[in-house]
């Protein structure tokens, strides 16, 4: 793993915002701009084949940029895990042509925060139905209220 | 998909693309479940999975609850394996805490996972073999699934939805009649139970022509379609939590990870069968090792003062009073678990801002990802084998949708 971390320090010097280990998980914060070819590197070359998980956190009013989406690395070849984190502002770079398997996560953290993945052909409703006002998971969604019913289809 | 597509049949007439939803309301979807096929004639030209008829906003709910409160949030999601969903959630906060669990505690976690896989695999081995037209079949998986159901509710008090895991522990201790219930049946489950389900199923030759060859996944299918679980060992994979990055106990217990590498249905109902017999090696191997002692953590912060207690002194009532009604703060950070769940990989991703609340739960759902495969493996199969399909993926609705 510090390998791992080494190289891609070496590599991708400017766009590693910070990397660190805490309870014995391994995060790297990476620019947005620089998401995808770090992404491509980490499968190609340090053996990450599988996006265990995708989602996004909302930091509204406690950081800037508001959103940061959090990726779950799987390598079962040196039976590794690894988080990266992006700040974004609400675009990033869709991972679905480097995991196909992204498809539908990203397709729910789209429609829960609103986040614009870019390049995925796809970015419709999957656990809420089509036309769904606003994005529920963000902070200010407020579920008491902002919740409609569905008109019966 | 293009409308103005035309195809021409055998005969050389001009066909059109179907479009047929199968679902919300459909028996063999096992909730509701809804899929829009594009078919050729009885070939599926493409397929799409549409989900969400059954969320409720867990993830949302979350945030406004104590993290104790959230536990019975967890039974609800795969609700055929309430007790891995407890683990998976307990797991992650006492990560935050740092809280190391007693060792009787951890032996009965581990046996209880053990046991809800069985339980599991059960209602998967009757539903899937009903899907496919097998009715016998489902009356001897339920037999043995009610037998799991009656020693839950000896010692959770339910049958399902059992929220028996606590942030530290178990909520109560076994009791004896639940260890000689589950002994009894463990043994009868090994030597009789499952040669009984393999008989009727293994070598059945229309059995084996439904499901072999049906729904092809490769290795590399499953590492880009990020499925997991016995979906991924049947396709090769050769990668099981338990054994590879081993939590609880099961460093302690000798078991074998079944994998088959056709990638067809018949594998998954393989590895799912072998997993029935070495989840009930395991649990008697826990039988036997069960060491003594408490079995929750002991800190204060966390864990409230036994009931009895709390009934002739006023510090443990207000002792127990502000933990059950403010909760316990847990330390800014964030953690990612994921376990072995039956269905495949369950994890909860927590972010802690100090508050006794979660800022943010994620759930990782087994079954939600594993079922972007079903897109892929029904192209090209008959509108029949999609059956198949559902039932080999071993969906919850529950947990798809959250």
């Not at chain 2, 109902?269 to 009930?280: G, T």
Request: with cysteine; net charge negative.
């Amino acid at each position: 793993m510090d390998e791992i971390l080494r190289v891609l320090k070496e590599r991708f010097g400017a766009s590693v915002i910070d990397i660190y280990e805490r309870l014995g998980e391994t995060t790297v914060i990476i620019k947005p701009e620089a998401l995808k070819e770090v992404m491509l590197y980490l499968r190609d070359s340090c053996g990450f084949e599988m996006l265990t998980d995708l989602t996004a956190v909302d930091w509204l009013g406690k950081r800037e940029p508001r959103f940061e989406v959090v990726y779950h690395l799987h390598s079962y070849s040196r039976n590794l895990r690894l988080r990266v984190k992006s700040p974004t502002d609400g675009t990033v770079d869709s991972v679905v042509d480097i995991w196909p398997g992204a498809g539908f996560m990203e397709r729910e953290t789209w429609e829960m925060f609103g986040i614009d993945f870019r390049g995925n052909p796809e970015l419709t409703h999957i656990l809420l139905w089509d036309g769904f006002p606003g994005w529920p998971l963000r902070k200010d969604f407020n579920w008491r209220e902002d919740v409609p019913l569905p008109d019966n289809r | 998909m293009e409308k103005d597509i035309l195809f021409r049949d055998s005969a050389g007439v001009e066909t059109d693309i179907l479009e047929l939803n199968m679902g919300p309301q459909h028996p063999a979807t096992h909730g509701v479940l809804r899929i829009k096929l594009w078919l050729d004639g009885e070939t599926v030209v493409k397929a799409r999975v549409m989900p969400g008829y059954l969320h409720r906003g867990t993830e949302k709910i979350a945030e406004q609850k104590t993290f104790h409160q959230v536990i019975p949030y967890t039974d609800r999601l795969d609700y055929l394996a309430p007790l891995t969903n407890n683990l998976a959630y307990v797991m992650a906060v006492e990560k935050l805490l740092g809280l190391e669990v007693p060792e009787r505690a951890k032996y009965i976690r581990t046996l209880l996972a053990e046991l809800t896989r069985i339980e599991s695999h059960l209602v998967w081995y009757a539903s899937h073999a009903m899907d496919l037209g097998a009715w016998t079949a489902w009356f001897y998986g339920f037999r043995e699934r009610e037998k799991i159901y009656d020693l839950l509710e000896i010692l959770t008090g339910q049958r399902m939805n059992n929220t028996y895991l606590r942030v530290g522990g178990v909520a109560a201790d076994l009791n004896h009649e639940f260890i000689t219930g589950l002994t009894d049946f463990i043994a009868s489950f090994r030597t009789k139970a499952l040669p009984e389900l393999h008989l009727m199923l293994t070598d059945n030759i229309i059995w084996k022509k439904r499901t072999q060859g049906v729904g092809l996944l490769t290795r590399e299918d499953v590492l880009a379609l990020s499925a997991t679980g016995p979906v991924a060992r049947g396709s090769g994979l050769d990668h099981d939590m338990r054994r590879d990055e081993p939590y609880l106990v099961y460093d302690r217990l000798s078991f074998r990870v079944p994998v088959y590498t056709e990638g067809d249905s018949y594998a998954r109902y393989l590895v799912r069968m072998d997993e029935m017999e070495e989840s009930a090696k395991m649990v008697e191997q826990c039988l036997a090792q069960l060491p003594r002692g408490p079995v929750l953590a002991d800190e204060a912060k966390v864990i409230p003062p036994p009931k009895d207690r709390v009934y002739d002194s006023i510090e443990n009532l207000i002792h127990h009073f502000r933990i059950v009604s403010e909760g316990f703060p847990v330390p800014e950070g964030e953690a990612f678990v994921t376990i072995e769940a039956p269905k495949g990989e369950l994890g909860f991703y927590i972010v802690s801002d100090g508050s006794p609340r979660p800022y943010r739960l994620h759930i990782r759902a087994s079954t939600f990802i594993n079922l972007q495969t079903l897109e892929k493996m029904a192209v090209g199969g008959l509108i029949a084998d999609v059956i198949t399909l559902i039932g080999t993926l071993d969906v919850v609705l529950g947990e798809v949708d959250r």
